[in-house]
């Protein structure tokens, strides 16, 4: 099976490039999706397209030519979870030691100038859900708050200006 590679003890990538940071949760949901993808769903579509392809006339068979489409995308689906897996950089936010900064996997309160209290948690490109309260490392917000501490105001560039933020909470806890 494709191994992941596991961030050094001080948190650092183990090798150079272009990594994925990703919470155990979030990498094994990506393994999950990619063995569904390798023993089930494609199977079906290969064995959909080879019946299609008995059938005589490919050009007006829509069976074969939506088997066809459907097996790209899959196929495609396939190499970018495995490249992503491959490339990912396991870091799991109950070990973090530092617990009075921001850093991924972080679940930080904040509020803003207009007084709304927000709550959100830094997770990867690949496993956030605003909708859920999660976003990436790499967004607006995250980038604002990394290393900030409890009572830290931080600038956050948005679309609509620049406005500033107070972290209010800082919690590491494990993922469901």
Do not use: H
């Not at 708050?145 to 209010?168: F, N, Q, S, W």
């Amino acid at each position: 099976m494709l191994k992941a590679r596991e961030a050094t003890k001080d948190g650092k990538p183990a090798t150079g490039g272009l990594s994925c940071y990703i919470t155990p949760a979030g990498i094994e949901a990506m393994r999950r999706e990619l063995n569904a993808l390798l023993r089930d769903e494609r199977p079906k579509i290969v064995e959909i397209v080879s019946w299609a392809a008995g059938n005589g006339d490919r050009s007006e068979n829509g069976d074969y030519q939506y088997g066809k489409r459907r097996l790209r995308e899959i196929d495609r689906r396939i190499r970018f979870l495995t490249k992503r897996i491959d490339n990912a950089i396991i870091v799991d936010p109950a070990a973090q030691s530092r617990r009075d900064r921001v850093f991924f996997g972080a679940t930080v309160t904040y509020v803003s100038e207009r007084d709304e209290e927000r709550t959100v948690t830094i997770l990867g490109v690949d496993e956030a859900d605003m909708a859920a309260g999660q976003v990436s490392l790499v967004s607006p917000v995250a980038r604002a708050l990394m290393r900030a501490g409890v009572g830290d105001e931080v600038k956050l560039v948005t679309p609509r200006g620049e406005e500033m933020i107070e972290v209010l909470a800082i919690a590491y806890s494990p993922l469901p």
